[in-house]
């Protein structure tokens, strides 16, 4: 059996839809990351919650904010120029960087399973000179938050 993540999402649409990573507990039946991207509504919220700590670490793409909870709350907003600016388009980042232990056994290499995931999640958007603009956290399953 595959280990099981640290670390699941929730996605929240304009149109008031919800699609989870997971339907059971046992992470058994996945959503996969491109029903997000197919679906016809607009990306609300993004979201990951820690199974073990239920530390919930969201991307809001309609005020281009992130936020931690529960307390102590963090928050990363866009540049002063971008805040406010109903106009403007946020756009989800997020992937997961595993890695695996490596073994040398007989003379050959070989998985020896996963080491450590870490999970990232943020926005990015266009300012106003045309550069791309980019808000993320890297987090670990033990909730340790690296801002990158």
């Known amino acids: 059996m595959a280990q099981k993540l640290g670390l699941v ?5 304009a149109d008031g839809k919800v699609i989870r990573q997971f339907d059971d507990a046992e992470q058994i039946s996945e959503h996969l990351f491109k029903e997000l991207q197919e679906y016809p509504a607009k990306l609300s919220i993004f979201q ?11 991307a809001d793409l309609e005020a281009g904010k992130i936020t931690i909870f529960p ?4 928050y990363m907003t866009p540049e002063a120029e971008a805040q406010g600016d109903t106009t403007q388009t946020y756009r989800l980042i997020y992937f997961r960087r595993v890695r695996h232990k ?12 996963i080491e450590s995931i870490y999970y990232f999640i943020g926005f990015q958007y266009t300012d106003a000179t045309g550069q791309n603009v980019k808000r993320m956290i890297q987090i670990s399953d033990q909730d340790e938050v690296c801002i990158v």
């Open 71 to 74: 307390s102590p709350a963090v």
């Open 48 to 58: 990951l919650e820690n199974i073990h700590t239920n530390r919930i670490y969201q």
């Open 9 to 13: 999402w929730e996605a929240k649409f």
């Open 102 to 113: 490596v073994e040398y056994a007989g003379g050959n290499l070989k998985d020896g399973g």
